[in-house]
């Protein structure tokens, strides 16, 4: 089993805690694999890897074969689930500095300017491709990028309209219209499959696939999670995960920090931050998820974390890798006192960098799990998101919200509107 959830600093304070039960835990289970949750319509991202489409898997990879050959650039338009997903996957699993294949770079996830203003002068002059992710099209970000886009690739390229791959609904919406009135190839948004839940659909898939990736690796990984999952008793790691969290949110906690110990895993934890966020802050509950780096952020809020307030509990994510990197050289005269560590690779001295921190916050009050990856690779990611997306789908609906909708997205956009003078 190439994932493993590591439970001993939570122990022994949910002892004190009232923790639901076997019975609760598996009837939650239960709910989401048969269906009977809030939104079962929406619970698409389960059953596709139940019944995986590999003609799709392999078209997928096809386009993305094609713009690996003819792209130095791909650029991914989408916000929110329509573009974590692919970036937590790439981060992961894209050796940095390798510059193999095209550069992947996103847009249309903020409205910052300069950003955006100084993306297309980096793009003159390179064969760009673009894949636009929206269900509606007229998400406000996304759309604004989507025409700065398309009109740079239409005054540059003959062929602009095959350079772009909408990935949008099946059969209605402004950007479904507008793709098939100009011919763009296209992949769908699956109806019930959420934003957040779409890393494993084209929305995800084509652009790791033409960052390099084994989509068909990532995606069985997960299917082989799913139905590990699908016979499991209440001590599978995941619905532990899901239990414990449930028992601390109602003891009071408020605030679950995800502790990456590789910047190669950052990616994941933005990834996760929606996940949760997204699916379980409704109606005044869920516990808040926040992603640091360590032992980066150790430097910054390290002391919080000691010695705050003692309403935290804390997710490590890690690699087993203490044997890789290179080793500690030793030094003449030995001017940094650093000499005892010679020979040490640097992947030990950060497994020993993470088992003082653990220790040290349950010290200091602070529960926390570690998940460890024996391996970081494609399968293995894929076994990891749909761990945490089927946690996710347990932990609401123990706390008895819906795990699937996310109707506070929609407040600011209304103010926003009205401000801009969108008209009614």
Sequence with gaps: MPLHLDRQYVTGPLADLDRPTD??????????????????????????????????????AEVAAEIRQRADVLLCIGIGGSYLGAEAVMEALVPPFSGD?????????????DYHERLFDYLDGQSVYVNVISKSGTTLE????????????EERFDDADRRIIATTDADRGALHDFAVEKGYRRYVVPNGVGGRFSVLTPVGLLPIAAAGIDIQALF?????????????????????????????????????????MDPRLKGIG??????????????????????????TDLHSVGQYVQQGQRTLVESFLRIDDATEGPSVQK????????NYLAGTPYGEVNEKAYQATAEAHAEGGV?????????????????LLYFYEHAVAVSGTL????????????????????????PE
């Design 220 to 260: 069985y990984g997960a299917v082989a999670q799913a139905k590990e999952l699908t016979d499991a008793d209440a001590n599978a790691p995941a619905l532990q995960y899901a239990a414990d969290r449930y028992a601390f949110h109602e003891a009071g906690y408020k605030t679950e920090v995800m502790a990456v």
């Design 399 to 422: 706390l008895g919200v819906n795990p699937f909708n996310q109707p506070g997205v929609e407040t600011y956009k209304q103010k926003m509107f009205s401000l801009l003078g969108k």
């Design 23 to 60: 019975d609760q835990i598996l009837d939650a289970h239960r709910r989401v694999l048969d269906g009977t949750t809030e939104d079962p319509e929406m619970l698409g991202w389960r059953s596709m890897l139940l019944d995986p489409d590999d003609a799709l898997l392999e078209n997928v």
């Design 331 to 338: 030094e003449d005269g030995d001017p940094d006192g650093l």
């Design 142 to 153: 996304p759309a604004l990028a989507f025409r700065m886009a398309r009109r740079f690739l």
């Design 101 to 113: 294949g095209p550069e992947i770079l996103f847009a249309g996830n903020h409205l910052g300017p």
């Design 270 to 295: 933005a990834w996760w931050q929606q996940l949760y966020g997204e699916s379980e802050g409704k109606e005044h509950k869920g516990l808040f998820p926040v992603v640091l780096q360590y032992t």
């Design 367 to 383: 529960p926390n799990w570690t998940v460890t990856l024996d391996r970081l690779d494609a399968e293995t990611v894929g076994r």
